[in-house]
């Protein structure tokens, strides 16, 4: 349940974003472990006059991460975590909301960022993918005046989910109108590339008769 409410305050835009659901999920349950520690040791600790702020620091990071990995996908750096760990040990007020929202979001921009391959490595073509989209009939015969006939649409496409999302982009967008009254429409938002490479779109606006668009991109896969 509380992982389902971490990953809802960061919004569904992640998903897009990173590739990998199961690292998603990793960076939650890490982000409840160490915000229970803090919460369960961090108070106690103050009490000690004779440790300092850096020694909970590291004693708190090495109880949870140790040499530095955990189990599964997701690797784990001590550094990355310290200035997240120290500022929750330095407040008075500790909120466990607070910790966990801020350590998951940490956690998932560090560690579930798309695959970056070794050095030398090189994205290769591996399949075009596409979207069909058909409008609406927003044709006006008569007594348009005052009408407002032009719609807006828009088109998204997504890196397919796969074992080897994490090492996939899309490159080379286009959208083109491929049937109907194409003469009564025009591109408004020019296709392009967002989310890292994991998401392509383009706008586009009709003023008649249904009409049928197509937009595409290259899937590129590092290698």
């Given at each position: 349940?509380?992982?389902?409410i971490l990953l809802a305050i960061l919004g569904t835009t992640i998903l897009h974003s990173y590739a990998s659901a199961s690292c998603l999920?990793?960076?939650?349950?890490?982000?409840?472990?160490?915000?229970?520690?803090?919460?369960?040791?961090?108070?106690?600790?103050?009490?000690?006059?004779?440790?300092?702020?850096?020694?909970?620091?590291?004693?708190?990071?090495?109880?949870?991460?140790?040499?530095?990995?955990?189990?599964?996908?997701?690797?784990?750096?001590?550094?990355?975590?310290?200035?997240?760990?120290?500022?929750q040990l330095e407040t008075d007020r500790f909120k466990a909301r607070d910790c966990r929202t801020k350590m998951v979001d940490v956690a998932?921009?560090?560690?579930?960022?798309?695959?970056?391959?070794?050095?030398?490595?090189?994205?290769?073509?591996?399949?075009?993918?596409?979207?069909?989209?058909?409008?609406?009939?927003?044709?006006?015969?008569?007594?348009?005046?005052?009408?407002?006939?032009?719609?807006?649409?828009?088109?998204?496409?997504?890196?397919?989910?796969?074992?080897?999302?994490?090492?996939?982009?899309?490159?080379?967008?286009?959208?083109?109108?491929?049937?109907?009254?194409?003469?009564?429409?025009?591109?408004?938002?020019?296709?392009?590339?967002?989310?890292?490479?994991?998401?392509?779109?383009?706008?586009?606006?009709?003023?008649?008769?249904?009409?049928?668009?197509?937009?595409?991109?290259?899937?590129?896969?590092?290698?």
């Open positions: 349940m509380v992982r389902s999920d990793q960076a939650a349950t890490f982000a409840e472990r160490i915000c229970g520690e803090i919460s369960k040791n961090g108070s106690q600790s103050k009490l000690s006059s004779e440790l300092s702020l850096e020694a909970r620091v590291n004693s708190l990071l090495a109880r949870i991460i140790g040499s530095g990995s955990a189990d599964g996908s997701v690797s784990y750096d001590r550094d990355t975590y310290e200035g997240v760990v120290r500022e998932i921009k560090q560690e579930c960022r798309p695959y970056s391959g070794d050095k030398g490595s090189k994205y290769v073509k591996v399949d075009t993918v596409y979207t069909i989209k058909t409008t609406g009939n927003h044709h006006c015969s008569s007594n348009c005046r005052n009408e407002p006939t032009k719609t807006g649409y828009d088109a998204v496409i997504i890196v397919p989910p796969s074992p080897d999302s994490r090492k996939q982009r899309l490159a080379n967008p286009s959208i083109s109108c491929k049937d109907g009254a194409c003469p009564f429409s025009t591109v408004t938002g020019q296709p392009r590339i967002t989310d890292n490479g994991q998401t392509a779109r383009a706008e586009f606006s009709v003023w008649g008769h249904p009409t049928t668009w197509q937009l595409s991109a290259d899937l590129e896969e590092l290698r």
